[in-house]
Every structure is written in C-alpha cells, then in structure tokens.
C-alpha cells in the first residue's frame, strides 16, 4: 500500500492533470462515441486501478504512464499489469 506513494522517475506533480486539460482531451476526435467502453466499464476499470498498487496520484498507471481517467475510455486499450490484464477480468462480466 505504501506503494502508492511512490512518485514517478520520470515526471514529477507538474505533470498532473487538471479537470480542464482532461475535458480537452476527452472532447478530441481520438475519443469518439464509438471508440470508448460503456458508462458502466469505464467506472470498472477505474475501480480495479483504485485498488492497485500500480496507481499513483489518482490519475496515472505507473506500468504505461497512462492518464487513467482518460485512456480508460478506450475500448482499444489494456491494463498492463503483469499476467493480469485487470481491465480483462471486469470486461468478461460486462457483456
Ligand atoms: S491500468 Fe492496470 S496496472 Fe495500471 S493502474 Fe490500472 S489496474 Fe493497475
């Protein structure tokens, strides 16, 4: 759990992003209707990284840098933690 704590090597807290940034990014053409999850997979997803170690800020995914709230919109992306697509296990019950 300390875990969580740990701050990226690569970038530092002036890289968090703000509610506005995120709104922008998530009105882009590369985040169509039909490119994103459902309502409900979305708040799946954002629950199993909530409860993994490999969260950190609220907002990133140490294994891939990605900005969690807003790439787990995408049906095309996957967690990336080891042996255990997380994102995968909560798709299986969604259909
Ligand atoms: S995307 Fe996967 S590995 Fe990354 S924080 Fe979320 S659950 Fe963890």
Do not use: I
């Not at 997803?45 to 409860?51: I, P, V």
């Not at 996957?78 to 969604?94: F, I, K, M, Q």
Request: with cysteine; hydrophobic share 35%; proline share 5%.
């Amino acid at each position: 759990m300390s875990e969580r704590t740990k701050t990226c090597r690569s970038c530092g807290d002036e890289f968090a992003v703000n509610p506005q940034q995120m709104e922008r990014l998530l009105a882009s053409p590369a985040f169509a209707a039909e490119l994103r999850v459902s309502e409900e997979q979305y708040m799946a997803r954002l629950e199993a990284c909530q409860s993994c170690s490999k969260f950190h800020g609220g907002t990133t995914c140490m294994l891939c840098g990605c900005l969690v709230p807003v790439v787990a919109h995408l049906k095309s992306k996957n967690c990336p933690y080891p042996g255990t697509d997380r994102w995968a296990v909560l798709a299986e019950h969604s259909h």
